[in-house]
């Protein structure tokens, strides 16, 4: 009488399982590679029924923009500000290249707009090409606009490494306190 239990209970057990991918494939859903910029995503997409639908959490580093979960509501939001950077040298000229072994003292500009969300803070990092990372600049957004510039301090800096460099501007929602990128550039060495 027990092996028939366990023989009916393994058996069920079976049939969930694969009624399950059994009933997902005959809703003719299929899953997708998703490409940003020649880049495949880590998460692929869902193909149902002819309409793609893509992992919405991968989105806001993808296309710098911000994230916004509500649960209780069940809604996301994706806010997509404008924003720019330019780095300026001790002088206050611009620069993109700087030599190899060489400190620098810099700060940057940045310029936002189009911002549809409250955000608490404003921090720029720069990447080695070691992927060792430094934060530049970190501070808090008082006043809420849409729009503002914003400098950071001077910060020194010796790029000890030849190649590319990553300077990043983040900003934290207010409501999720999560950090998200928002613009990106690279300096090289020479």
């Known amino acids: 009488m027990r092996t028939i239990k366990k023989l009916i209970f393994a058996t069920m057990c079976l049939m969930i399982i694969s009624g399950g991918s059994l009933l997902y494939a005959a809703t003719g859903k299929s899953d997708i590679a998703v490409y940003l910029n020649n880049v495949l995503l880590k998460n692929s997409g869902l193909l149902s029924e002819g309409v793609p639908y893509l992992p919405v959490e991968q989105l806001p580093e993808s296309l710098h923009a911000v994230l916004s979960w509500d649960e209780s509501a069940q809604e996301v939001r994706i806010y997509k500000p404008n924003v720019n950077m330019v780095l300026l040298d001790d002088q206050g000229k611009i620069f993109g290249k700087v030599r190899s072994a060489a400190s620098n003292t810099f700060s940057v500009l940045v310029q936002v707009d189009h911002l549809k969300t409250d955000i608490s803070d404003l921090k720029i990092t720069i990447t080695d090409p070691l992927n060792k990372t430094d934060v530049v600049d970190n501070q808090p957004i008082k006043e809420k606009k849409d ?17 590319n460099y990553m300077i990043q501007v983040y900003i934290k929602d207010s409501s999720s306190k999560s950090w998200f990128i928002v613009s990106e550039m690279q300096i090289s060495t020479i």
């Open 147 to 163: 729009s503002f510039w914003f400098k950071s301090a001077n910060y020194s800096y010796t790029f000890n490494e030849k190649g």
